[in-house]
């Protein structure tokens, strides 16, 4: 018979039994606790991350580990890509001076004389910008950096950890002092000397990384460039409408106490246009004041200028950008004006980004990627385009094919009253015209190639704001045949105007 077991073990084994059951609880209760928190975490933080990236990790190639399919495709910005008006093959990419001759004669005067090309894929921005004449034989400051390179780290470490400072401080630098500081003293990774071509293909040599569009612990999208930062402030604090940016007008409704934060006060879908918008836009950049975005008065060609003629340098003088070779009148320069165009089209007013164009959704197994390589749209209609218009690839493309050949066209006849204008001017120089006699010619001039210039240097050839391109033209062409007719040139309008010759040809 067994033995009966006795009262004291017995009164252990239940005392054990409850030591365990309130282990077990307490064990489960903790397990629970590290549950919610990595739920919480997870949340914060949604991606398995085998290698850890923060704010100074501009090395890609370490949030490729994390991310390997957003990797992928970014780095095919390396492939060359082009299309009728977009991209460009060969390197150096193809020279818009030579395509457009009288583009010298309208930047008579000023480095874009010298050179002045397509623009080609992310991964050449640093290399393309170090290696253009308006560098290498003009001395230039070392805010042209803001754009081509992943900066923050390094305007963060020049300002003790202000980067707003920093980036006042690398601005006021010579371009090869400040190219030192960030691609030599700081975290990116340095492009071999006299590679002009493989260096993109090194891993790691990318200038524009993750970090400048995501935020680390997240990957939300994020802005950090402070010529972005400070422009979109400025923009939300005027009174310019904005209906395409919601988020600005419901700023403004609700007091205007403190300054609008991108970060804070975007929706995600106007942000997935604000990265772009850190760099895709009209800007000034010389050496007699600091970079700055001009849209305090609005986004529109007219409003920008309008801003340009009230600023003053810190000296005094009236802004302008450079004095004209030819005329000597005072002009402004314009450059890739995406975000600004953009905004005046029917894509922005029905809430279209950037990114649903230019970096549309792949399907790569259950999951849905967005392309990281940014590129023409029209070699990736089925992505671009076809989610929202289903029609078929050739209707699309010839839509956009009767756009750019149009406005192509209209600047082709804007470019032909601009260059009669120069030559009118020119005659009633040599005629004796003094600088008065000149003056009403001249504020013309500055008018009528602003706005030529403007369209030309947007990027998409009129698609982004049809309409609004046409109207600048129209303007532009008025504005040259104003100064053509005034009475101070008309006695020296040329024998066979361009125009004359142009509408010959056809
Ligand atoms: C509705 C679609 C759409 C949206 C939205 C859009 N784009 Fe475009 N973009 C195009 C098309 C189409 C072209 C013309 C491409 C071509 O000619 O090959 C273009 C051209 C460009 C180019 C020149 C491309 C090249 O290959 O040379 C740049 C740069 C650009 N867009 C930037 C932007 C930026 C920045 C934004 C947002 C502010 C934007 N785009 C919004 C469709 C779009
Ligand atoms: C850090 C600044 C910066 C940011 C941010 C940026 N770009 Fe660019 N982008 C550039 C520069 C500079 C070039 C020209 C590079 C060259 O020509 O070497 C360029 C070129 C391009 C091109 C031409 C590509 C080709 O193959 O011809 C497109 C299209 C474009 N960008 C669209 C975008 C879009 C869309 C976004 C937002 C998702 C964006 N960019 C964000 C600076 C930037
Ligand atoms: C506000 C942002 C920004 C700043 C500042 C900036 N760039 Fe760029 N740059 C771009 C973008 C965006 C492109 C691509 C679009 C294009 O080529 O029009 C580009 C293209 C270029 C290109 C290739 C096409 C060309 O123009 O030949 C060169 C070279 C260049 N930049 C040089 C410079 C220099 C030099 C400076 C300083 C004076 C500078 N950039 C300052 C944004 C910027
Ligand atoms: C020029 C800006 C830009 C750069 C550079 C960039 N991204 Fe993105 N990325 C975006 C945008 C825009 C989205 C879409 C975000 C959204 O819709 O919220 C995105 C989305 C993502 C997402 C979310 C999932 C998805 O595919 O939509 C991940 C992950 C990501 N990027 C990883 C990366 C990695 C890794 C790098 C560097 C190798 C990188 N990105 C570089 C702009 C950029
Ligand atoms: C996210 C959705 C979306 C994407 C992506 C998109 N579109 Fe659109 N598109 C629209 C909407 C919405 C309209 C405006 C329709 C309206 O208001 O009548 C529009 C209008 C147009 C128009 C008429 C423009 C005008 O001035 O009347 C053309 C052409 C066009 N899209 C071409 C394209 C092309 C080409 C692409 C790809 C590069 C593209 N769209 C990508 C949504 C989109």
């Not at 009209?282 to 003629?309: D, H, N």
């Amino acid at each position: 018979m067994p033995e009966r077991p006795t009262r004291a073990p017995r009164t252990a084994a239940i005392l054990a039994g409850v030591a365990v059951a309130a282990a077990l609880a307490t064990a489960a209760i903790a397990a629970l606790l590290v549950n919610i928190q990595e739920r919480k975490a997870e949340a914060r933080d949604p991606y398995l991350k085998l290698v850890r990236v923060g704010d100074d990790t501009t090395d890609p190639t370490a949030w490729g580990v994390n991310w390997p399919r957003q990797y992928d495709s970014y780095r095919r910005t390396v492939d060359t890509t082009y299309t009728r008006y977009g991209g460009s093959d060969g390197t150096p990419a193809r020279s818009r001076l030579e395509a457009d001759p009288w583009l010298v004669r309208m930047f008579a005067g000023y480095a874009f004389a010298l050179d002045f090309r397509e623009r080609r894929g992310h991964a050449y921005m640093l290399d393309d910008q170090r290696q253009t004449r308006r560098i290498t034989e003009r001395p230039q400051p070392g805010a042209c950096l803001h754009c081509h390179a992943s900066v923050i780290p390094t305007y963060r470490r020049l300002g003790d950890g202000d980067v707003r400072a920093g980036f006042e401080a690398l601005s006021r630098m010579s371009y090869g002092d400040a190219y030192a500081e960030v691609v030599e003293t700081g975290s990116l990774n340095p492009v071999p000397e006299g590679d002009t071509q493989g260096f993109a293909h090194e891993p790691g040599a990318h200038p524009v990384s993750c970090v400048d569009c995501h935020d680390p612990q997240t990957m939300a999208v994020r802005v950090s460039r402070p010529g972005f930062l400070a422009g979109i402030a400025a923009l939300a604090a005027g009174d310019a409408p904005v209906p395409h940016l919601a988020s600005i007008e419901r700023w403004r409704r609700g007091g205007r106490d403190a300054p609008y934060d991108a970060n804070a006060d975007a929706s995600r879908q106007e942000m997935r246009s604000f990265v772009c918008g850190q760099c895709h836009v009209e800007y000034y950049c010389g050496p007699k004041t600091t970079l700055f975005y001009p849209w305090s008065q609005g986004l529109r060609v007219e409003q920008i200028e309008a801003v340009y003629e009230e600023t003053r340098f810190p000296d005094g003088e009236p802004f302008y950008d450079w004095q004209h070779g030819e005329t000597g009148a005072r002009v402004f320069k314009a450059q890739h004006p995406e975000f600004e165009t953009w905004s005046q089209g029917v894509h922005a007013r029905a809430g279209v980004a950037c990114a649903d164009c230019h970096m549309p959704y792949v399907r790569e197994g259950a999951l849905k990627v967005s392309d990281h390589w940014v590129r023409s749209p029209l070699l990736n209609v089925a992505r671009a385009c076809q989610p929202c218009h289903p029609v078929a690839e050739a209707e699309l493309q010839a839509r956009v094919a009767a756009i750019q050949d149009r406005t192509h066209a209209l600047m082709d006849r804007s470019a032909a009253a601009l260059v009669d204008m120069l030559d009118a001017i020119a005659a009633a120089k040599a005629a004796g015209a003094g600088d008065a006699a000149l003056a009403p010619a001249l504020a013309l001039q500055r008018k009528a190639q602003w706005r030529l210039d403007f369209v030309n240097a947007e990027n998409s050839m009129g698609f982004h704001a049809d309409q609004e391109s046409a109207r600048i033209l129209g303007e532009a062409i008025d504005y040259a045949r104003q100064a053509v007719s005034a009475n101070q040139t008309r006695a020296a309008i040329p024998p066979a105007s361009n125009a004359e010759k142009q509408n010959a040809e056809r």
